[in-house]
């Protein structure tokens, strides 16, 4: 089993910043892309940024500029900086990873329990 903790949400005034951390325990043989994805009441759950093992990097055109994804392959972490936020980020932001437990063959998507961020005007 694969599990997925995160943390550094909260309550920000707009132009502020936020840091999102996610660690992955359990059986972990590896990880291949890690990545933040985020969900408002009622919508569907939209990519924000995703990050492969190698570093390589993809951001939603809405957070180019602003959010900065990066990971810890030793520690099994991917963070989110979120700088220069506005109303409209706020959402649930949930991580994810794509990872092949010990024992297993295959990759399994998993995903973190959410984390509130928002941001007042």
């Known amino acids: 089993q694969v599990q997925l903790v995160e943390s550094g949400g909260g309550l920000v005034q707009a132009g502020g910043s936020l840091r999102l951390s996610c660690t992955a325990s359990?059986?972990?043989?590896?990880?291949?892309?890690m990545g933040w994805y985020r969900q408002a009441p009622g919508k569907q759950r939209e990519l924000v940024a995703i990050?492969?093992?190698?570093?390589?990097?993809n951001y939603a055109d809405s957070v180019k500029g602003r959010f900065t994804i990066s990971r810890d392959n030793a520690k099994n972490t991917v963070y989110l900086q979120m700088s220069s936020l506005k109303p409209g980020d706020t959402d649930v932001y949930y991580c994810n990873a794509v990872a092949r437990p010990y024992g297993s063959t295959y990759y399994t998507n998993i995903w973190g329990q959410g984390t509130q961020v928002t941001i007042s005007s």
């Open positions: 990050i492969a093992s190698d570093g390589g990097t």
């Open positions: 359990g059986s972990i043989f590896s990880i291949n892309v």
